[in-house]
Each structure stands twice: as C-alpha cells, then as structure tokens.
C-alpha cells in the first residue's frame, strides 16, 4: 500500500501507463496557485513564455507547487523514495477553441531512463471541454514511433509534432481534472489534447519527475532534489528561485535552459521559444 495510492492503483498504472485523477491539494491552494500565475503574468506580461521551461527556477511559487507533501506522496508511491524534477512546463490554451496537441510520445526528443513521470497539475478546470490530456493506455511499452514537425499550426508543441502512424483513438482516456488536481503518465505514452472550449483559460504545469538513478545519454543535464538522497550524482543541481524573474534566477535559469533547449530542439528548425521568449508565431498560445 503506498502513502496515497493503492497497490492495484500503482500497478495499474505501471501497466496501462497513467493514473487519474489524484488530487494533491485542495481548491483553495490551487486558486493560490493560479493567482501567483496570473500576477506573474501581468507583472512579466511579455515574459510568461519563460515559464515553459524549468519555472520553478524563475518562480518561487512554482517550486512550492512541486514540494506540496500529498503531491510528494503520489510521486512517491510511483517511482520511489528519492525524487527529482527534471522540468516543469507551463501549459496554457486560452478559451479560444484553437490551441491543441497533436498525437506524439515525448521520449521521441528526450529520453530519459529507466522512468520518468509526467504529473500534470491543473490550476483550472481541465475536463474534456477545456482539452484535458488524452491518451492511449498501454502505449508507453510499445516501441518509439515516427514523429513529424509541423509549421503554422495552433499547436502548443515545441515542434508542433505529430506521429507518423496509425493509431486507434477510440481506445483513448481522458484525463479530465479539476483544479487541485494531477494526472500522472509515461513520459512515452501516446497522448494529445483537443482545444478548449471552455469559458476559462486552461492552466496546467507538465512536471517531469525522475528517480535519482534515472539517467539521459548525453549531454549531463540538470534536475532540482525535491525528496530523499542523490546517491547517483547523475544530474547537476537546479538552482531553486528566491526572487520572481530577479537577475540571478535569470542567469541560472538561462543556462540550465540551453543545455535542456539542445536536447528538446535538436535538429528542430523551431525556435527555442522559452530562450527567446516568444512563440514562432504571433497569437499562438503557449
């Protein structure tokens, strides 16, 4: 029996791939959350882009999310003890029916081993019609498929990407929340999500959360210690905001940022949109 989950819920999701929901902290603490997102918006209004990597070296509310202890617990009970964050990813739609992401398996531009975990926290209601995550159970023990970029999409993608091969969506879950929330899944899993259509932003933050001995082939990244011991020491150490977007944050952030940035878009011809603060695109949602 783990701290928060079942044992037939820990073992389905090592089977099928992904659990949901799980909350991890109240209503209320979630509205805070948002809150800190949504002043941090409007005091860095050209800057939120930023957020897209490792945000939790930028904002210190956003560290505070990863170390809420019910939110430990559930990360716990799925891969153990000793825990880092590798990235945390704002994930926004507004409520203009257009923002999506297409069918795609994140190991094909970063894999990282033997396991990483998407936990996907939602500030906002995240049900079918804002777009919540879908995605194909059992997928994540399949082999790596085709991937293809895309350009002049509405995609929330960093290279727009969608797989190149037949897939039966009608064996899709949905991974509805509400805020509070999480959604945890393979990193390898097939998943997408649809546009909102909802009347509210949609506001969800990608953790990616790792065990110590997790590794990544080349080059030695980065992650931030959130619980347990690093007997492994195959991550250099994240530097943890203390001041909102303040000079120091911004010169650790920006170098942690182009070495993840060089796995992420290797070989892309997208722009690095979190280094240079700005979408391809104008009025692309991020």
């Known amino acids: ?165 037949e897939l039966d969506e009608t064996a899709a879950v949905e991974m509805e929340l509400d805020p509070g929330e999480c959604a945890f899944f393979y990193h390898a899993i097939c998943h997408s999500s649809g546009p909102n259509h909802g009347p509210d932003p949609r506001i969800v933050f990608l953790n990616e959360m790792i065990p110590t001995h997790a590794w990544q082939d080349w080059p030695r990244e980065s992650a931030v210690l959130l619980r347990g011991v690093d007997e492994y020491d195959n991550w250099d150490r994240d530097r943890i905001a203390e001041t909102e977007m303040g000079a120091a944050e911004l010169e650790a952030w920006r170098k942690a940022v182009e070495v993840q940035a060089s796995v992420l878009f290797g070989g892309a011809k997208h722009a690095k949109r979190a280094l240079e603060g700005k979408m391809e695109e104008e009025g692309r949602n991020g």
């Open 1 to 165: 029996m783990g701290k928060v989950l079942t044992d037939a819920q820990i073992a389905g999701f090592h089977e099928q791939g992904w659990h949901a929901p799980v909350r991890v902290m109240s209503e209320e603490r979630a509205g805070h959350y948002r809150a800190c997102f949504e002043a941090f918006e409007r005091n860095h209004p050209a800057e939120a882009i930023k957020l897209d990597q490792k945000a939790y070296m930028i904002a210190p509310w956003a560290y505070e999310m990863l170390a809420e202890p019910l939110f430990l617990d559930t990360v716990e009970d799925l891969i153990g003890p000793d825990i880092l964050c590798w990235g945390q990813s704002l994930r926004l739609k507004q409520a203009d029916g257009r923002s999506f992401a297409g069918w795609h398996q994140d190991t094909a531009y970063a894999n990282v081993k033997p396991i990483n975990v998407i936990a996907a926290l939602a500030l906002s209601p995240c049900r079918a019609e804002q777009g919540c995550i879908r995605a194909l159970p059992g997928t994540h023990k399949g082999e790596l498929l085709p991937h293809r970029e895309n350009f002049g999409t509405a995609s929330i993608l960093s290279r727009e990407q969608t797989i190149e091969a």
